[in-house]
């Protein structure tokens, strides 16, 4: 009882953090701890969260003893979505997520298209293998995957820097990733055959916490990603 006194203590803003979803912290199961944290939890592999506790057995960093590391996949995204009460729910995800978090590290906007025409994969990785593009970030990379066999499963696009302060596009051929881990299709991609994403990847807290406000605080773009994808896809 002392120790989950103590637990309950020193994680007082993610019990709230998940409080404010409806969801409590305690039902989450334990996983082995990372990101120089010695303990884990969590939802369905999609909500993490790691934290340290003195323990014999595996040692605790000193300093994370007062922190906590919350990740949130793109799944975890939907089941927080699907857990919120609020009539505008992406407004009050992020709000949740500014007012409890000291440091957002990562944050990814994606763009999906169900049908061809509007950007092209191909015509990306043509215009970027021959420094045909303007652009501030000049690293880029292409990667092809196959199944061993010579069958190309999916390319994928980066362009821009994928440090730990960086931002980056990641573009994909959604459809192949998802045939290739054998995930079950949305209805429109059934009926198009068509998936792909363009995924702009922000990174460090100076940067993701730009976007968090500009979303939550900005008049020009209060309340609409939409323009803030633009906004961050045209520079």
């Not at 884990?40 to 340290?52: D, E, M, P, R």
């Not at 009050?92 to 092209?120: C, H, M, Q, W």
């Not at 821009?160 to 079950?184: C, F, I, N, P």
Request: a negative charge; aromatic letters at 12%; one cysteine or more.
């Amino acid at each position: 009882l002392e120790d989950n006194l103590t637990r309950f203590e020193r994680l007082k803003s993610v019990y709230k953090f998940f409080n404010s979803f409806n969801i409590d912290f305690d039902e989450f199961e334990n996983i082995t701890g990372q990101n120089f944290y010695n303990k884990g939890k969590t939802v369905g592999g999609f909500l993490k969260v790691f934290y340290s506790e003195n323990d014999e057995e595996v040692q605790a960093n000193v300093r994370n003893m007062t922190t906590a590391n919350i990740i949130i996949t793109g799944q975890g995204c939907s089941y927080l979505h699907e857990m919120t009460k609020a009539d505008n729910k992406e407004y009050y995800i992020l709000s949740k997520v500014d007012e409890y978090a000291k440091n957002i590290t990562r944050l990814d906007i994606a763009l999906d298209l169900f049908e061809p025409g509007v950007l092209s994969l191909d015509k990306i990785g043509e215009k970027l293998d021959n420094n045909e593009f303007v652009s501030p970030k000049r690293s880029k990379n292409v990667i092809k995957e196959d199944d061993g066999q010579g069958n190309i499963l999916g390319h994928s696009r980066y362009l821009g820097s994928r440090g730990s302060k960086g931002v980056y596009l990641r573009a994909y051929d959604k459809l192949a990733q998802a045939k290739s881990k054998g995930l079950q299709l949305i209805d429109i991609v059934k009926k198009t055959g068509f998936w792909e994403r363009y995924e702009i990847s922000i990174n460090g807290n100076e940067h993701c916490s730009q976007v968090v406000n500009s979303f939550l605080y900005e008049e020009d773009t209060h309340n609409n990603m939409d323009k803030i994808y633009k906004q961050l896809i045209s520079s």
